[in-house]
């Protein structure tokens, strides 16, 4: 099975500054790559899908790129609500298998 | 805009079967294009597929849970449920449910609120 590690586990950052997430694959997945965002206490909201598509109502500041084994999700300026944590997932056809990275926790400095 | 609601016990003894429901309103559970999964989440960790149902009814389980997971759905009652057998104290999560997009591809667009689940005598 497809694994997905994300990097960092843990971050802290603040107001304003510009944030990167990486999630790497264990082996290829072209772009079928998509980002959460989850709040403590509350269902994870879908950001990115297909690896670089904004979600409807999400802001342009959030964007995704990568394809292949390699995925990043970026922030380009952190406001207070985008402190949450941060889930990578992938689709694999053969055989059918959804899976998640294991998270990046956002903090604030 | 559609939205998804899951129900059903909250608590459950080990070696019992976990029964929850999740309801959907506002379209249809067979519209084309979509299927329909289910998502755990234990206390303080992260995200687990456990399987999930296209609109023809076909399912699919995460490997690591096969043997113990049935979804169904009723399309007349617009809902789909999950059921887990045998359940342990690993078993204790919020579960979701959620709805993938093939045009999105398969990422889950939307999910409900979630449901707490305690395994528990």
């Known amino acids: 099975a497809i694994q997905l590690t994300q990097s960092p586990s843990s971050l802290s950052a603040s107001v304003g500054d510009r944030v990167t997430i990486t999630c790497r694959a264990s082996?290829?997945?072209?772009?079928?790559l998509a980002w959460y965002q989850q709040k403590p206490g509350k269902a994870p909201k879908l950001l990115i899908y297909?690896?670089?598509s904004l979600e409807s109502g999400v802001p342009s500041r959030f964007s995704g790129s990568g394809s292949g084994t390699d995925f990043t999700l970026t922030i380009s300026s952190l406001q207070p609500e985008d402190f949450a944590t941060y889930y990578c997932?992938?689709?694999?056809?053969?055989?059918?298998?959804?899976?998640f990275g294991q998270g990046t926790k956002l903090e604030i400095k | 805009q559609l939205q998804l609601q899951e129900s059903g016990s909250g608590l459950v003894k080990p070696s019992q079967t976990l029964s929850l429901t999740c309801a959907v309103s506002?379209?249809?559970?067979?519209?084309?294009?979509?299927?329909w999964s289910w998502i755990r989440q234990p206390p303080g960790k992260g995200l687990e597929w456990i399987g999930y149902?296209?609109?023809?009814?076909?399912?699919y389980y995460n490997p690591s849970l096969k043997s113990r997971v049935t979804i169904s759905v009723d399309r007349s009652k617009n809902q789909f449920s999950l059921k887990l057998s045998s359940v342990t104290a690993a078993d204790t999560a919020v579960y979701y449910c959620?709805?993938?997009?093939?045009?999105?591809?398969?990422?889950?667009?939307?999910w409900g609120q979630g449901t707490m689940v305690t395994v528990s005598s």
């Open positions: 959620a709805r993938v997009s093939y045009t999105k591809n398969d990422a889950f667009d939307i």
């Open positions: 506002g379209g249809s559970i067979s519209s084309g294009g979509y299927s």
């Open positions: 149902i296209y609109h023809s009814g076909s399912t």
């Open positions: 082996q290829g997945i072209s772009s079928a």
């Open positions: 297909d690896a670089s």
């Open positions: 997932q992938q689709f694999n056809n053969y055989p059918p298998m959804y899976t």
